[in-house]
């Protein structure tokens, strides 16, 4: 896996070598938290936390999710329709 850094921006890891040889990309905050997720078919996975490291949202190409937090749990999770998941 390679990365690349550079102070008070992000980090990206090249790595995650699909079967047919592809590469993912994956990118992290200054606090570590991943924020995205890019796979050999350009497909991208957004990610993001609040202040306290907890997920927030989640957008792939199934669509958005939010989370609701209950101290340390998640309370619930809404789609992009609204729809509410417990």
């Not at 990365?3 to 070598?17: D, F, I, M, N, S």
């Not at 796979?39 to 949202?57: E, H, S, V, W």
Request: charged share 30%.
């Amino acid at each position: 896996m390679r990365q690349r850094y550079a102070p008070k921006q992000k980090c990206t890891c090249l790595g995650g070598h699909e079967a047919d040889g592809d590469l993912s990309t994956y990118s992290w905050d200054l606090e570590n938290r991943m924020t995205l997720a890019e796979l050999p078919d350009a497909t991208l996975n957004t990610m993001t936390c609040d202040g306290d490291g907890k997920r927030r949202q989640y957008e792939d190409s199934a669509g958005l999710r939010k989370f609701v937090w209950d101290g340390e749990n998640i309370l619930l999770q809404t789609d992009s329709g609204g729809t509410t998941n417990q």
